[in-house]
Nanobody, 114 residues
């Protein structure tokens, strides 16, 4: 499985970004697709997911600010990030999983700084 992630960058606090992740396979082949992030010097943690049925799930720290969506015709998953905070600075990784087997993208950097 291959991923093409885009949309990261440098943004001021309070700003917005939209991350995209195009998957090389039909995203309905996977139990879920979504995003993790890894801040500098910290572990990779869950951000958001959308399962094959369309149910979404979010980390508590991003609820109300992040929105995950998908376009199955493009095999692409999106992450709309609003009201960015400095603690959102991280490498954001797209993933697609079948049960416990996870496939990962290479990540896209999001930096929140004034």
């Amino acid at each position: 499985v291959q991923f093409v992630e885009s949309g990261g960058g440098l943004v001021q606090p309070g700003g917005s970004l939209k991350l995209s992740c195009r998957v090389s396979e039909n995203i309905f082949n996977f139990n879920s697709v979504g995003w993790y992030r890894q801040p500098p010097g910290k572990e990779r943690t869950f951000v958001a997911s959308i399962n094959v049925g369309g149910r979404t799930d979010y980390a508590d720290s991003v609820k109300g600010r992040f929105t995950i969506s998908r376009d199955h015709t493009k095999n692409t998953v999106y992450l709309q990030i609003n009201s960015l905070k400095s603690e959102d600075t991280a490498v954001y990784y797209c993933y697609a999983n079948i049960l416990s087997r996870y496939n990962w993208g290479l990540g896209t950097q999001v930096t929140v700084s004034s």
